[in-house]
């Protein structure tokens, strides 16, 4: 979910939604390294609960965890902010009918569509964001109020929450499927960490809900909202919704669900749709992994280093920045060879177009890879940066994008709310918090 689901919601229907494997073993099989991994690092983190969740990805040689904390502090600072701060800073005026018990929750605010810098508006992604980031820094304070809000706000008859959300009074829109798969995702590492019951009861409870509503019956893909809402019919998918950690994960706790078939499916879709392309992936595609229009309005137009134009959704643009992320965040915890081999080959793309981080464009056209004149955002080029997370091979350009992203400000615009989260997660991926 993003910027570009309420001009879908509004304009199309009010309820529709929007908007890193082992080294020798294949998705869905027992997950331990037969060969010899490049990485060097296969050992099993020492915090954690899991015996097969290991540290498989390549990290750079110039990684800095003192530098999170700062980062992670202004983004909460920025984006985070209790039902009392609002209703004190004027935002909520208190005699105001409020959603029930919305007292002592917390939200993130983003900004999209007719929102305002004020910053009083939310969506089911930033609390995802605000989880993930919370539960890996241990923050369970904010991570408990950021839970409870989530549950004020649930679609009824499931544990999915509503997409769009005004401060803390009111709901609209149904399910945005990467916003459920990153709050469960954030509750299963707060088990994991916490050992708290309560945390793997409310993902079991989500899992249930995504596996019923948002999990396509027959292909088992997974579908970008709810199977009654426009965008959840089965003919479009967002690749960067299909959270591979947090499904092959769940499949160890659920077992009334069939979440191996969920993720082979992914994985086998997201290879085809990399492989029948130059190397990326493009921000939506349909029943057959092409390239497709979301006819949700969200396009823009990309000019392309020779002048030719396209459409947004047809690149490495506005979406597609959250699949490195979860390739390289899968790779890292079960080292999977087909996830391996994503990362592989996106970066074999990424060195013929970008000799170093610095030098990569903006909009890399799916059939072919041509990029726009315009130098890559932070959210694009920090996300390319994770496809060298799979091969020690690539550890120099690893270590130049780390440089680069660590010296990278987290701004405090409300505005840079879907900048700012992922460039925080990026730089907390290569530097190691991803660890449980």
């Known amino acids: 979910m993003n910027i570009i689901k309420l001009v879908f919601s509004v304009l199309i229907m009010p309820i529709a939604a929007l908007v890193i494997t082992s080294c020798g073993e294949s998705a869905g099989t027992n997950n331990s390294c037969t060969e010899n991994c490049d990485n060097g690092n296969s050992s099993s983190s020492s915090n954690n609960n899991s015996s097969d969740i290991g540290s498989y990805a390549v990290l750079p040689s110039n990684t800095n965890k003192s530098a999170i904390q700062a980062k992670y502090d202004t983004w909460m600072n920025t984006y985070y902010t209790t039902y009392e701060q609002d209703v004190a800073s ?39 964001y605000g989880m993930l980031l919370a539960s890996l820094m241990e923050d369970y304070s904010r991570f408990d109020k950021l839970l409870a809000y989530s549950k004020v706000f649930r679609i009824n008859g499931s544990a999915l929450m509503m997409w769009n959300i005004a401060d803390f009074t009111n709901g609209s829109g149904g399910s945005a499927t990467d916003a459920d798969f990153d709050i469960l995702a954030a509750l299963l590492i707060a088990y994991q960490k916490s050992g708290e019951q309560k945390y793997l009861n409310d993902a079991l409870d989500i899992g249930n809900s995504i596996y019923e509503f948002e999990i396509d019956a027959s292909t088992k893909l997974i579908l970008p909202a709810m199977k009654n809402e426009a965008m959840g019919k089965g003919q479009l998918y967002n690749i960067s919704y299909f959270s591979l950690p947090a499904v092959k994960l769940l499949a160890k706790f659920d077992k009334n669900h069939d979440w191996n078939a969920v993720l082979n499916a992914s994985l086998n879709y997201m290879k085809k749709h990399q492989d029948n392309g130059a190397g990326l992936w493009s921000d939506w595609s349909d029943a057959n992994a092409d390239p497709a229009d979301p006819g949700n309005g969200s396009k823009t137009t990309i000019t392309y280093s020779n002048d030719e134009k396209g459409d947004s959704y047809y690149a490495y643009y506005k979406e597609t920045p959250r699949i490195p992320w979860r390739i390289a965040w899968y790779y890292h915890w079960f080292g999977d060879s087909k996830a391996k081999d994503m990362l592989n080959k996106g970066m074999s793309f990424l060195k013929t177009k970008a000799s170093t981080p610095n030098d990569i464009k903006d909009g890399y056209r799916y059939s072919d890879g041509l990029a726009s004149k315009i130098d890559a955002s932070v959210v694009r080029w920090g996300s390319l940066c994770a496809l060298s997370m799979g091969s020690t091979d690539n550890l120099d350009y690893l270590n130049q994008c780390n440089e680069r992203i660590l010296n990278a400000n987290i701004t405090t615009s409300i505005g840079d709310y879907y900048r700012n989260s992922l460039q925080l997660i990026y730089t907390m991926l290569l530097n190691g918090n991803f660890e449980i």
Request: contains cysteine.
């Open 90 to 128: 004027g935002l909520i005026n208190n005699t105001q009918l409020t959603a029930e018990g919305a007292e002592g929750t917390a939200r993130i605010k983003s900004k999209y569509d007719k929102c305002s810098t004020a910053g009083e508006c939310t969506a089911s992604e930033g609390i995802g």
